[in-house]
Nanobody, 125 residues
Framework: QVQLVESGGGLVQAGGSLRLSCAAS????????MAWFRQGPGKERAFVAAITWRGDRTQYADSVKGRFTISRDNAKNTVYLQMNSLKPEDTAVYYC??????????????????WGQGTQVTVSS
């Protein structure tokens, strides 16, 4: 079993930056594909970014390309999401997810095996 705990959310002005962290425990996720999803007010949960176990492949939603960067530190069992140039439409609860697979990236939330509780990100205009 894997437990995921997100942190780093908060309130930021438009144009600002935040760095989210997702710490895994219970089992190493060093060979898992890791991803971030988000769910804005009144919206469905949506894919944001994902990274393979070695960090050699990443994928981003079009809406965050060039602004967000996903990375991981397998020694710390932690995944990060650096968010720059934040916009009000980035306001959402951000969730970390883990998929027990090697070198496969998927944007479908139902294909992920473990989820965190989420962290709120609010971007004011």
């Amino acid at each position: 079993q894997v437990q995921l705990v997100e942190s780093g959310g908060g309130l930021v002005q438009a144009g600002g930056s935040l760095r989210l962290s997702c710490a895994a425990s219970g089992r190493t996720v060093s060979t898992y594909t890791m991803a971030w999803f988000r769910q804005g007010p009144g919206k469905e949960r949506a894919f944001v970014a994902a990274i393979t176990w070695r960090g050699d492949r990443t994928q981003y939603a079009d809406s965050v390309k060039g602004r967000f960067t996903i990375s991981r530190d397998n020694a710390k069992n932690t995944v990060y999401l650096q968010m720059n140039s934040l916009k009000p439409e980035d306001t959402a609860v951000y969730y970390c997810a883990a998929k027990n697979t090697i070198a496969v990236i998927t944007t479908r939330d139902y294909e992920y095996d473990y989820w965190g509780q989420g962290t709120q990100v609010t971007v004011s205009s």
